[in-house]
């Protein structure tokens, strides 16, 4: 298995005022010495987006911020955009509230890059704990850039050039009354993206197929398609490729949705996980 250059175990970057702390070689990071809070200056910003872009996932602890505070954070980083499929928050509707219990069983426990049925898939999202569990409810990344890496180079060149289609039902629909499917799809119709696709800023490849969305490689056989996509989707279960965060009270998650998969796990029922989103607009894959 092939794996990116591991880093130093924490840099302190020269143009701005934080540290980074690694939680593996190629994926996950603590960012150490910012307050949230706080209007951060642009040199900052910028260096908190290579961070972003080098390490898929970066991690903040102790941020006590406000709903405002944290749009705001997330405006530094682009355009926001609002889930088209999600009640949104009358006032606030940049805040995907993800809230589970006793009642309403977390949803979310499985391996997928959001949005990839959109034609042009988010960013990235930033998530705030707001209320946790006294143990459970981890959040799993996997680094999709590493998964792409570790293929042969016979799957390289066989993945070239190939699209793979998108569908919102495929993950969703179980959600949504049948009668309501037609309308949705007419709303949302199935997206066509690169099975590879290429990083806008950091120029890297990367496995971009979700066991969530994405339903058929286009122009191939359906056997050779699900026979295709099932070995390309469960690298993202390679714990090698993978980092893990337990949250704490104040603890902020910023990823780069473009290079990354997360996981939510379920395993705390019957308790309550409440997490808000912002979520930063993308471009369309390449
Ligand atoms: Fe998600």
Same mark, same amino acid.
């Given at each position: 298995m092939e794996t990116a250059q591991a880093q130093r175990p924490t840099t302190q970057d020269s143009a701005a005022s934080f540290t980074v702390e690694p939680q593996s070689p190629t994926i996950g990071a603590f960012i150490h010495g !910012?307050?949230?809070?706080q209007t951060l200056d642009d040199a900052t910003i910028d260096a908190l987006r290579q961070a972003l872009v080098q390490w898929k996932v970066i991690f903040f602890r102790?941020?006590?911020?406000s709903t405002d505070e944290h749009i705001a954070f997330a405006q530094r980083f682009g355009e926001l955009e609002v889930h088209p499929l999600t009640p949104a928050?009358?006032?606030?509707?940049?805040i995907l509230r993800i809230a589970h219990n006793k009642d309403k069983r977390g949803t979310e426990n499985f391996w997928h890059s959001d949005v990839t049925w959109r034609p042009q898939p988010s960013l990235g999202s930033i998530l705030r704990a707001v209320k946790l569990p006294d143990v459970g409810g981890d959040t799993l990344w996997a680094d999709m850039e590493a998964a792409y890496q570790g293929l042969s180079d016979e799957l390289k060149e066989r993945l070239d050039g190939l699209q793979a289609q998108h569908s919102f039902?495929?993950?969703?629909?179980? !959600?949504?009354?049948?009668?309501q499917h037609e309308g949705v799809l007419a709303k949302h119709p199935p997206q066509n993206h690169p099975v590879v696709r290429t990083h806008p800023e950091s120029g890297h490849k990367s496995l971009y197929v979700n066991i969530a969305f994405t339903t058929h490689i286009v122009d191939m056989d359906p056997k050779e398609s699900k026979a295709l996509l099932k070995d390309l989707m469960?690298?993202?279960?390679?714990p090698e490729y993978q980092v893990r965060l337990r949250w704490q009270p104040g603890t902020i998650a910023f990823w780069d949705n473009r290079s990354s998969q997360h996981y939510a796990a379920s395993?705390?029922?019957?308790h309550t996980r409440v997490m808000d989103r912002v979520t930063v607009a993308g471009e369309k894959p390449f």
């Open positions: !910012l307050d949230l809070s102790d941020q006590h911020i928050d009358q006032d606030q509707p940049e039902l495929k993950g969703f629909g179980h !959600l949504i009354p049948e009668e469960r690298t993202a279960s390679t395993d705390y029922w019957p």
